[in-house]
């Protein structure tokens, strides 16, 4: 097996993370993790090193500029990335390392990593409601900043499309976590099998599938700002 980088991108909520997290844990012998670096405030139940490598602003700068991180960006306000040794560390061990990242960060590491040495996919939700209930239930962020979210997520999911191609090899419509996880598995084995309806693999297909999610992820925020006007 030669071991290659996995990037998992989507928008806040789209379930790149839990995916990334069920990838190690069913196949800890074919899959290793990168920790990414965040200069956000742990939630409950984050641990440091294990979540994420929790950084202030300065350390994390300190560490960009000394050529630390195989990507960065700059997330609603928060820095995130990747550690390069992190990476290699995982490859060394003769290990695919997966890595969830932003849109920006995506673009990054599949520069860093041209085919056939990356897989990259881009994950969403079966609906865009489906993002927004999920981002809501997190009960972390206000109203204003759930909306923020939301506008940010639109942004990203429209680049992706752009982006088809070029930076990501797959769109992966995550409705069901076993049938998801068991996907990526596939693609990154290079097996051929999967159900097409939760995997797009034609570039037209995905593009569709994209720009049909970010009309109707503008129509429920247009609701949801419409909502949030009537009960003030």
């Known amino acids: 097996m030669t071991p290659r980088v996995v990037v998992l ?17 069913r196949a800890p012998e074919t899959f290793g993790y990168s920790v990414s670096a965040t200069t956000r405030k742990a939630r409950p139940g984050e641990r440091d090193g294990e979540a994420y490598h929790f950084l202030t602003r300065a350390e994390f700068e300190r560490r960009r500029e000394a050529g630390e991180f195989l990507e960065s960006t700059d997330y609603a306000g ?4 990747t550690l390069r040794h992190e990476v290699e ?7 695919h390392v997966v890595l969830d990242v932003e849109v920006t960060g995506a673009r990054q590491v599949r520069k860093a990593y041209p085919r056939p040495a990356s897989v990259v ?29 939301i506008d940010i997520a639109t942004r990203e999911v429209e680049t992706a499309r ?51 999610f970010v009309r109707q992820l503008r129509s429920e925020v247009a609701q949801l700002k419409q909502s949030t006007g009537r009960s003030r």
């Open 121 to 149: 996919l881009f994950v969403i939700p079966p609906s865009p409601r489906v993002l927004i209930e999920r981002l809501r239930k997190r009960r972390t962020e206000s109203e204003a900043e759930l909306s923020r979210r």
């Open 89 to 95: 560390q995982v490859l060394r061990g003769g290990k």
């Open 162 to 212: 752009r982006e088809i191609g070029d930076v990501y090899d797959h769109v992966l419509v995550n409705d069901d976590l076993d049938t998801a996880v068991r996907e990526v598995i596939d693609l990154v084995q290079g097996g051929g099998g999967g159900g097409r309806d939760r995997v797009q693999r034609e570039p037209g297909a995905m593009a569709s599938l994209l720009s049909d």
């Open 78 to 81: 928060e820095l995130y990335g």
């Open 9 to 25: 991108a989507a928008p806040s909520g789209g379930g790149k993370t839990t995916i990334a997290r069920e990838l190690r844990t």
